[in-house]
């Protein structure tokens, strides 16, 4: 937690604020990317348990790329010790049903933010959130949580923050 909200955020955030002001360069942008995504990856595989169900799947929905902050979640979940599916970014909604047809899942947390196209994202967290068992709780992270949950009608809990993620992690068993 402490590496991904002190360190890996605020970096994050500064070089594209950079970058949109003209301050730095694609090239600059790419680059940290493309780091972060390799550190993330690695310590997901370094806290990932042998013999552990899987209980919660990580994802973002069609229309939305970017990933960081659902790879640091889901970090976040195997640290925790709780067992994880990580999908990745861009992900369609019939295919994040698809998988929890055939993996035992408590939870489904997919992240979105403020800067993709609001329109495509909706229309596929409400593919997703039609078609998935009720038993399977869904959980929307990040920026544009409480925007994307609002519009789902009480079928997704918002979780904004790090912090609202790990209380809720910690209620279905992860240890921290």
Same mark, same amino acid.
Request: overall charge negative.
């Given at each position: #937690?402490?590496? *991904?909200?002190?360190?890996?955020? #605020?970096? *994050?955030?500064?070089?594209?604020?950079?970058? /949109?002001?003209?301050?730095?360069?694609?090239? /600059?942008? /790419?680059? &940290?990317s493309a780091s972060v995504r390799s550190v993330l990856g690695s310590l997901l595989r370094v806290h990932q348990k042998a013999g552990v169900a899987d209980t919660v799947l990580f994802a973002t929905p069609s229309g939305e790329r970017h990933e960081f902050g659902t790879l640091g979640a889901a970090l976040l979940a195997a640290a925790g010790g709780l067992?994880?599916?990580? &999908?990745? #970014? =861009?992900? #369609?909604? =019939? =295919?994040?049903?698809?998988?929890?047809?055939?993996?035992?899942l408590e939870v489904v947390v997919l992240g979105v933010t403020n800067r993709s196209k609001a329109e495509t994202v909706d229309k596929e967290l409400?593919?997703?959130?039609?078609? *998935?068992d009720p038993a399977i709780e869904l959980w929307i992270g990040g920026p544009g949580a409480d925007r994307a949950a609002a519009a789902l009608g009480g079928r997704a809990l918002a979780l904004p923050t790090y912090e609202m993620l790990e209380q809720q992690l910690v209620r279905i068993g992860a240890r921290f």
């Amino acid at each position: #937690p402490e590496l *991904l909200q002190s360190v890996i955020v #605020p970096v *994050l955030r500064e070089v594209g604020e950079r970058w /949109h002001s003209g301050r730095g360069r694609i090239a /600059h942008e /790419h680059m &940290l990317s493309a780091s972060v995504r390799s550190v993330l990856g690695s310590l997901l595989r370094v806290h990932q348990k042998a013999g552990v169900a899987d209980t919660v799947l990580f994802a973002t929905p069609s229309g939305e790329r970017h990933e960081f902050g659902t790879l640091g979640a889901a970090l976040l979940a195997a640290a925790g010790g709780l067992g994880i599916v990580y &999908l990745g #970014p =861009d992900t #369609p909604g =019939d =295919d994040v049903v698809a998988v929890t047809a055939t993996v035992p899942l408590e939870v489904v947390v997919l992240g979105v933010t403020n800067r993709s196209k609001a329109e495509t994202v909706d229309k596929e967290l409400a593919v997703i959130a039609r078609r *998935l068992d009720p038993a399977i709780e869904l959980w929307i992270g990040g920026p544009g949580a409480d925007r994307a949950a609002a519009a789902l009608g009480g079928r997704a809990l918002a979780l904004p923050t790090y912090e609202m993620l790990e209380q809720q992690l910690v209620r279905i068993g992860a240890r921290f």
